[in-house]
């Protein structure tokens, strides 16, 4: 029997033919992504359909230009992406810059740049692909905005309630007290106050009452006039003075002294006060708005501050959560400030790691945004790519890192008081499941559960 001739099988070379000069510029025109190519030089060799339409420039106009003169990018000048690649031979992806479009608009985009070689090997210049990232963008911004109010970020429940009613108040004139923990934006909602009020042409002064001695603060309130003591050479105008038409924000209040609270009491009562060393009584048409971290009404029982001034600081109040219970906030907070120290250092920070938002949701935060502000901050300086990475935060974040987080240790000792509990009624019916269960209304099998998953099974 004559066996069949098989057919000679193709090799991985012979199977894929090298792409025509035609065929790869079909696809090169027909991609969505903007691709040119230069030369050594780096002059403009090709520029594709898609370029044309990101740039604005024809290929007829940016074919022989060089890049540079043609993208206008922020990198441009300083560090090329394709001059890169094309000296070190090394590929640049996705790298996030701004380009100029030749009707003078700035848009974003990203790029990718690599090498291109002849037959031999030789590198003949370069090859750059981009994006568009207009309309990313633009979602971006709308959903930022979502979360922005004045300059208070948050999407947090308890936050947007809070910034819910804020317009509502500072459309009125009254006296508003701001409570929580130290670094939680007090005197930002206080500005978020002045601004949306019928006060914002006016100015807004504040105060912060614990960093001023008691013997200092009085004057730096009220003023004096010329003569009022050894020192006074001249007249000066007091805090609540250069506030006039606008609003006084005074940050600490609590740790206000008991003559200077009767002192403020007076403004707030009779809507006037008195310069060191002034005969009369000066008028003060000025909003006030106070802010404590501490709970004032336990400092009145405690006798440690005056009931009455109390009462009128007292009007409105607004209270703001610790930043551990809006944890939901600190992506966005941390995205708002990586932006913002890239504005102010001019650095191209592109991102933050995942695992540096992991470590930020998991550790205590007392000191709250501030001190989510000063880690960002830090991270800034230390950071010399283009990401933050872990290494790049303090020392003592990362120490924080590493033990146990407070839910754990809270879930820990939550555990520990469900266990004695429930050994205790077990031994009391002699560890009689059917008992048990029924004096602690559960079912046998939640009970075995239970028992299971605190090992006393």
Request: net charge neutral; charged share 30%; glycine share 6%.
């Given at each position: 029997?004559?066996?069949?001739?098989?057919?000679?099988?193709?090799?991985?070379?012979?199977?894929?033919?090298?792409?025509?000069?035609d065929?790869?510029?079909?696809?090169?025109?027909?991609?969505?992504?903007?691709?040119?190519?230069?030369?050594?030089?780096?002059?403009?060799?090709?520029?594709?359909?898609?370029?044309?339409?990101?740039?604005?420039?024809?290929?007829?106009?940016?074919?022989?230009?060089?890049?540079?003169?043609?993208?206008?990018?922020?990198?441009?000048?300083?560090?090329c992406?394709?001059?890169?690649?094309?000296?070190?031979?090394?590929?640049?992806?996705?790298?996030?810059?701004?380009?100029?479009?030749?009707?003078?608009?700035?848009?974003?985009?990203?790029?990718?740049?690599?090498?291109?070689?002849?037959?031999?090997?030789?590198?003949?210049?370069?090859?750059?692909?981009?994006?568009?990232?207009?309309?990313?963008?633009?979602?971006?911004?709308?959903?930022?905005?979502?979360?922005?109010?004045?300059?208070?970020?948050?999407?947090?429940?308890?936050?947007?309630?809070?910034?819910?009613?804020?317009?509502?108040i500072?459309?009125?004139?009254?006296?508003v007290?701001?409570?929580?923990?130290?670094?939680?934006?007090?005197?930002?909602?206080?500005?978020?106050?002045?601004?949306?009020?019928?006060?914002?042409?006016?100015?807004?002064?504040?105060?912060?009452?614990?960093?001023?001695?008691?013997?200092?603060?009085?004057?730096?309130?009220?003023?004096?006039?010329k003569?009022?003591?050894?020192?006074?050479?001249?007249?000066?105008?007091?805090?609540?003075?250069?506030?006039?038409?606008?609003?006084?924000?005074?940050?600490?209040v609590?740790?206000?002294?008991?003559?200077?609270?009767?002192?403020?009491?007076?403004?707030?009562?009779?809507?006037?006060?008195?310069p060191?060393?002034?005969t009369?009584?000066?008028?003060?048409?000025?909003?006030?708005?106070?802010?404590?971290?501490?709970?004032?009404?336990?400092?009145?029982?405690?006798?440690?501050?005056?009931?009455?001034?109390y009462?009128?600081?007292?009007?409105?109040?607004?209270?703001?959560?610790?930043?551990a219970?809006?944890?939901?906030?600190?992506?966005?907070?941390?995205?708002?400030?990586?932006?913002k120290?890239?504005?102010?250092?001019?650095?191209?920070?592109?991102?933050?790691?995942?695992?540096?938002?992991?470590?930020?949701?998991?550790?205590?935060?007392?000191?709250?945004v501030?001190?989510?502000?000063?880690?960002?901050?830090?991270?800034?300086?230390?950071?010399?790519?283009?990401?933050?990475?872990?290494?790049?935060?303090?020392?003592?974040?990362?120490?924080?890192?590493?033990?146990?987080?407070?839910?754990?240790?809270?879930?820990?000792?939550?555990?520990?008081?469900?266990?004695?509990?429930?050994?205790?009624?077990?031994?009391?019916?002699?560890w009689?499941?059917?008992?048990?269960?029924?004096?602690?209304?559960?079912?046998?099998?939640?009970?075995?559960?239970?028992?299971?998953?605190?090992?006393?099974?």
């Amino acid at each position: 029997m004559k066996s069949r001739a098989r057919p000679p099988q193709q090799t991985s070379s012979q199977a894929l033919e090298p792409l025509s000069p035609d065929h790869a510029r079909i696809i090169l025109d027909s991609i969505a992504a903007g691709v040119f190519t230069v030369d050594r030089d780096m002059k403009i060799t090709y520029f594709n359909p898609a370029a044309e339409r990101i740039t604005g420039v024809s290929a007829r106009e940016a074919i022989g230009q060089y890049c540079s003169e043609v993208l206008r990018a922020s990198i441009c000048q300083k560090t090329c992406a394709l001059e890169c690649s094309i000296r070190t031979a090394k590929e640049t992806t996705n790298q996030r810059v701004d380009i100029l479009r030749s009707d003078g608009k700035q848009i974003p985009i990203t790029i990718t740049a690599a090498v291109l070689r002849d037959g031999e090997g030789n590198i003949v210049g370069g090859v750059e692909s981009f994006r568009d990232l207009s309309i990313v963008e633009e979602l971006r911004k709308e959903l930022k905005s979502a979360y922005t109010f004045e300059d208070i970020v948050s999407k947090n429940h308890i936050m947007l309630r809070v910034l819910d009613i804020l317009p509502g108040i500072a459309e009125s004139d009254s006296t508003v007290l701001i409570q929580g923990p130290s670094g939680s934006g007090k005197e930002l909602i206080a500005r978020a106050l002045h601004h949306l009020s019928t006060r914002a042409r006016g100015p807004f002064v504040a105060v912060n009452c614990g960093a001023l001695p008691d013997t200092l603060l009085e004057s730096e309130l009220f003023g004096y006039l010329k003569g009022a003591f050894t020192d006074a050479k001249k007249d000066k105008k007091g805090r609540f003075a250069l506030a006039e038409h606008g609003t006084i924000f005074l940050d600490e209040v609590e740790s206000l002294s008991a003559t200077t609270q009767v002192k403020l009491l007076r403004v707030l009562q009779e809507r006037e006060f008195q310069p060191l060393g002034a005969t009369a009584p000066v008028k003060a048409d000025v909003r006030v708005v106070a802010a404590t971290k501490d709970d004032l009404k336990s400092l009145v029982e405690e006798a440690r501050f005056r009931d009455d001034l109390y009462y009128r600081l007292n009007v409105v109040k607004v209270e703001l959560p610790p930043l551990a219970k809006r944890r939901d906030d600190i992506p966005l907070l941390v995205e708002h400030f990586r932006e913002k120290f890239s504005r102010r250092m001019e650095r191209n920070i592109s991102r933050v790691s995942d695992e540096v938002l992991e470590l930020l949701m998991l550790i205590d935060l007392p000191g709250n945004v501030r001190q989510l502000e000063n880690i960002i901050e830090h991270a800034f300086v230390m950071c010399r790519g283009e990401e933050i990475r872990p290494e790049d935060l303090p020392p003592e974040v990362l120490q924080a890192a590493r033990k146990p987080p407070a839910r754990s240790r809270a879930e820990g000792a939550l555990q520990h008081a469900e266990l004695k509990a429930l050994r205790e009624v077990l031994t009391r019916h002699n560890w009689n499941k059917i008992e048990t269960a029924r004096e602690l209304g559960l079912s046998r099998t939640t009970l075995w559960r239970k028992m299971k998953k605190l090992g006393l099974s």
